[in-house]
Structure formats: structure tokens, C-alpha cells
């Protein structure tokens, strides 16, 4: 599943786990966090994070 970093604060929210905190169970996707839902380390919204680009994929697979 996919980890979204906040971009005030660098806190990740991993859907695995979701935010037992704030009553977000794990498997919860991040597009499925109540709309009021906030970073529970500096309280930036949902629209202040971004996806976190797993691992940056080499294109060794990839011949012209
Ligand atoms: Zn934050």
C-alpha cells in the first residue's frame, strides 16, 4: 500500500498502519481519511500531503 509524506512536517502516514491516534484503523487508504482528518504531528490537511514515490524505480528493465 502507499506511504503519503506531509509537506510541512515530513510525517508519514502509511496506509498499513493508518493513525491508531486519531482513530484511523491500519489498511485505511489516505483517500479514505474522514475529510477532516489532519497531520496528527502539525495538524496540516489532507491536501498539503503527497504521495511517496516508493522507490524510484531505475529503468534497468527499459532498452531502446
Ligand atoms: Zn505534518
Known amino acids: 500500500m502507499a506511504v503519503f509524506v506531509c509537506r510541512v512536517c515530513g510525517y508519514h502516514y502509511d496506509e498499513d498502519e ?3 491516534e486519531s482513530g484511523v ?3 485505511t487508504e489516505f483517500y479514505d481519511l474522514p475529510w477532516m482528518w489532519k497531520c496528527p504531528n502539525c495538524g496540516a490537511f489532507k491536501e498539503d ?4 514515490a516508493e522507490e524510484e524505480k531505475e529503468e ?3 532498452f531502446p
Do not use: N, T
Open 49 to 52: 500531503f503527497e504521495e511517496l
Open 60 to 62: 534497468e528493465s527499459y
Open 25 to 27: 484503523p491500519p489498511k
Open 18 to 20: 493508518g493513525d491508531e
